[in-house]
């Protein structure tokens, strides 16, 4: 997409700036570090980069816990650093994406420190305030998506607040609209420095049941597990997040991009039942989200069949949406690690990854480091920082594993990432696959990213066009992508061994553009993990 439709079938690569470049010498990566960097980025052949928090933060969360929201943590650097990673940004032709935690503060936020002060300051219902029930217990049962009850005890106000995550992380009350005001002139803050576009954390939990209506018991199946881990299962709030209430305040956010020419947000639906009900509420109408994302495929499911019942399922609830899909982030184990059996070839996986989630119909994350095909981090217990794995190992080992720093140079202290010992440590087997290595390579993971970004780039139907299933059997999955008049057919084999797939009567290859597959009178050969893309007459 151009212009005010850059958003459509873009790819986007998200920066986690504790880990991208170091470059004051405190094992912590900056802003600045990730300006030098920009140009990796943009060598990779994206449309934008996105992100995550570098505002002021005690960093309980890694910066999912903002203090304040309009300034930069000094560990990251300072405004002026920022705008001028804009600038270079805007100079390679990249898109500048930030994220916002909207949906709560931390609890060193100035507006929890007066509103915790008492039960009748100005800002007393900014957050989600209750009192004891008559019998004595919390307000209703609701639980924390890390673990223990959603309800924190306040020895001031004699009263509990919610927290949808760390208690240190209190729940604004979108039911106020001062709180929506107040945050809707945050995100002014930042349109006005230059940014393109946002995407939001946890944007289907910014509004809560005003009733505060207990949800019904876990299901047996979820509770299958013993012992702490099983708090940690996240328990759906019984409420609907596509109500009215949450409608209107994005249909407010919207209103406040479109002051702002070609500006854009992809929110994120954090783990929930009916995540593409809520994906298609929350971007149809062309009055909301331009797109979101669900963790629909970030999970350990590897397979055609759960692909193709993703895709379709979204296909059919989103008539007029748009999604963004992807395969890691900062929050799940790196894909390559997911989808890779203890016999199976994690570049394999890797150069496939990429091939089909560049085919999918929708825009497209990446994470650092997966263009270089990077496993996720063991870790020691002594290595941890995130508070999940901190809290609940090893049962859940926590979100560090996919957050380790970038290596650049194999040859470097600490593959150039950083002079200083890093603040999580780089795995001796991320060294043989660092940047310097992958650029000198065209078998590398990384050409390959390069080579299929490109495809994509070049094939409007790929960016924008439909898409359409066709049979197959076994581990293959099959499908069209028509627009721009162009008809390809993508087909992947995503089982461990070869695989033939007849070719449908109707079907003519015009021309092959990638992959490694046969083309024979009546059926494509597959190998293991092959995929095939083809133009049709
Ligand atoms: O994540 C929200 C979310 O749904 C995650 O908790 C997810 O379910 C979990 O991490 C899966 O392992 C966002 C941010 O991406 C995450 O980093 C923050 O910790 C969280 O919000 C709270 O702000």
Redesign the pocket.
Known sequence: GQGADWWRGCVIYQVYPRSFQDTTGDGSGDLRGITTRLGHIASLGVDAVWLSPFFKSPMA??G?DVSDYRDVDPMFGSLEDFDALVTEAHRLGLKVVIDQ?LS?SSDKHEWFVQSRASRDNPKADWYVWADTKPDGNAPNNWLS?FGGPAWEWDSTRRQYYMHN?LAS?PDLNFHNPEVQDALLDTVRFWLERGVDGFRL??VNYYVHDRWLRSNPPLASSVAGTNGETNTYL?QEHLFDKTQPENLAFLRRFRGLLDEYPDRAAVG?I??EGRSLQTLAAYTSGGDKLQMCYT?DLLGPQFSATHVRGCVEAFEQAVTDGWVCWAFS????VRHVSRWTGPDGDADAVARFSIMLLACLRGSICLYQGEELGLEEAELAYEDLRDPVGIRFWPGVKG?DGCRTPMVWEAGADNAGFSTARPWLPVPASHRARATDVQNGSEQSVLSAYRSTLALRRRHPALVSGSIRFLDAEGDVLAFIREGGGQRLLCVFNFAGEPANWPLPPDIGVAAVLAGAAVVEAEALSLPALGCFLGRLD
Request: hydrophobic fraction near 30%; proline fraction near 0%; aromatic fraction near 20%.
């Open positions: 969360d890694m999912y935690v709560h998506v995550f992380q954390d946890t996240y994120e954090g783990d963790f982030n900062h929050d799940v979100r």
